[in-house]
């Protein structure tokens, strides 16, 4: 049996990963797309191969300072990246027999990769919450992201992450008693 997918996404420093670590706590199968990228760039020879041939490295520092400043050099990134993500999301998909499984993926609408998911959770945050948590001021917000309004408007659950852990576990025990109840 297949399980039901649920997707994690929401702004830089919303809480995106704190929210999939609450799901994780109630025993649900979890996956970050983050991870998944930085298993590809540390450990996949042709994604090796293709950055030190376009970009000249692979540590992902230096990475994001070039393709954060070339609108360019970030479609080819996420033309190399995003398929492989993708396709390491389903196989890990595949391998769950969990009636529940998530994924946090930062970019979920703006890859159009909520249509593969049961059900999204959006995870906002007030910005001056989010500044804080975000470890630097990130240029890409503005024009790569969909506003956090607009993602709420298109999920299935939303929660405005600006309290307690204890509050979000609560939270995510809501979102899972109405996905499975």
Known sequence: MAPLTVAVTGGIGAGKSAALAA?????????????????????????????????????????AAVVFADPEQLAWLESLLHPRVRDATEEWLARRDTPVAVVEIPLLYETGGDARFDSVVVITAPAEVREARAQRVEDRRATRLLPDDEKVRRADFAYVNDGTLDELDAFVGQVLDRLTG
């Open 23 to 63: 799901f994780a706590r109630r025993g649900v199968p979890t996956l970050s797309a983050d991870e998944v990228v930085h298993r590809l760039i540390g450990e996949d020879p042709e994604v090796r191969a293709a950055l030190e041939e376009r970009l000249g490295t692979t540590d992902r520092a230096e990475i």
